[in-house]
């Protein structure tokens, strides 16, 4: 039995795309289940931290990594040879890291299966798409409807520390998404199967969207009296109904999943938690006028590095705007966020417009717009 209570059976050769937080947590926990994990690192002082220091000091300070996690700046070296690969790359690198490793033997004979992490949408072909049907399109054809996704209400900072999780696995083909739960699950990761990859998906690159408008609400409610924890209930409900419209128009078929953890579940999480970037970039749109050094959203998210950290909420929101005028879809969340992330309205008034699109009108803001764009 392992250090975190599972029973570890045959170890799986496990590779990990990615050494950020998210990827380094996932890779700790499968690594304590008796697996040897082999994570790639963009950065080297990062894969030197792990393997002499057995620590990702950089993306997930004060967490021990067992031994059996090692890292290298060799991408083919994570990839050969694996029976499992997740991908953790950030949304907008992950095609570019993609195609490094479309061409290894075991990817291309098909012996590996594929996971993954990396939450939004991926441009293809000059239109938004779901990150499952863009990678699959680059894969031999053994890997259609094989792809597992992977999501929840999962911070890093959590699960690395054994916080009691859940999460979904979602693939169109069962047996997969069974194999991924079987190699996740421990005595704190409770993972569950989905066929929906769809809407774990939608769920997942759009709570990015509506947790950038939650964290600009839960600013202003230090400058007005007009908002609290009644007025964020509020924006959380009509956000989740702006997921679950996106997710039904790119055809998902299974009412439920966002009402379970993939969807409000995520949602909650990703608004209310202190670790989720989103709603600390949200407020500091508010609070310290992060968006007056950008010219756009296209210029955000070319110098997006200069944040300091990365709120995928910004790619995904561009994505989604578009999506939702491709389908003529009404959502005043997602649409005002965009205005705000693109300059075209101040956030005090698109604000106001998405109050006015949930409720049907709109409040008397005692709030002087200053400007914070």
């Keep these: 039995m392992a250090e975190n209570g599972t029973h570890t059976g045959t170890p799986q050769r496990v590779g ?3 050494a950020g937080a998210w990827g380094t947590a996932i890779a700790r926990s499968i690594a304590l289940a008796g697996n040897p994990v082999e994570i790639w690192s963009y950065e080297e002082d990062v894969a030197r931290d792990i393997n002499r220091e057995h620590e990702n000091s950089r ?26 690969l997740i991908l953790a790359a950030p949304s907008l690198f992950i095609l570019d890291t993609f195609r490094k490793i479309i061409d290894a033997p075991n990817i291309l004979s098909g012996t590996t299966s594929i ?10 072909a000059g239109r938004p798409k779901l990150i499952v049907t863009a990678l699959e399109e680059m894969l031999p054809d053994h890997y ?7 999501s929840g209400p999962s911070h890093a900072e959590e699960v690395a520390r054994g ?33 929906d990859v769809v809407g774990v998906q939608t769920s997942a690159a759009v709570k990015n969207v509506i947790a950038l408008a939650f964290g600009m609400l839960d600013a202003l409610k230090e400058l007005s009296n007009r908002f609290g924890d009644n007025t964020e209930s509020l924006l959380l409900a009509a956000g989740l109904n702006e997921i679950q419209l996106l997710g039904k128009a790119l055809g998902s078929n299974y009412p439920e999943t966002f009402t379970s953890i993939a969807g409000v579940g995520d949602l909650d999480v990703t608004c209310r938690s202190k670790y989720g970037r989103n709603r600390r970039f949200g407020r500091e749109i508010i609070l310290d006028r992060k968006l007056s050094r950008f010219n756009g959203i296209e210029d955000l998210i070319r110098r997006i590095e200069e944040i300091g950290y990365l709120p995928e909420g910004v790619v995904a929101a561009k994505h989604a705007m578009h999506l939702a005028e491709e389908y003529n879809l009404k959502l005043p969340i997602i649409s005002g966020v965009y205005t705000i992330l693109n300059g075209d309205q101040s956030p005090f008034s698109a604000l106001n ?17 200053n400007g914070a764009r």
């Design 59 to 84: 993306y997930l300070l004060g967490v021990d990594l067992p031994p059996s996690l090692s890292a290298t700046c060799n991408i083919s070296e994570a990839v050969e040879n694996k029976d499992f």
């Design 353 to 369: 417009k998405i109050i006015a699109g949930i409720v049907g009108n709109a409040p008397d803001m005692d709030l002087e717009d």
């Design 144 to 150: 259609q409807d094989r792809l597992v996704y992977l």
């Design 163 to 195: 916080k009691i999780t859940g999460l979904i696995s979602a693939s169109s083909n069962g047996k997969e998404s069974i194999r991924f739960r079987e190699l996740l699950s421990s005595s704190t990761l409770m993972v569950f199967s989905s066929l």
């Design 115 to 124: 996971g993954i992490l990396t939450k939004g949408f991926l441009e293809s």
């Design 16 to 18: 990990v795309i990615g």
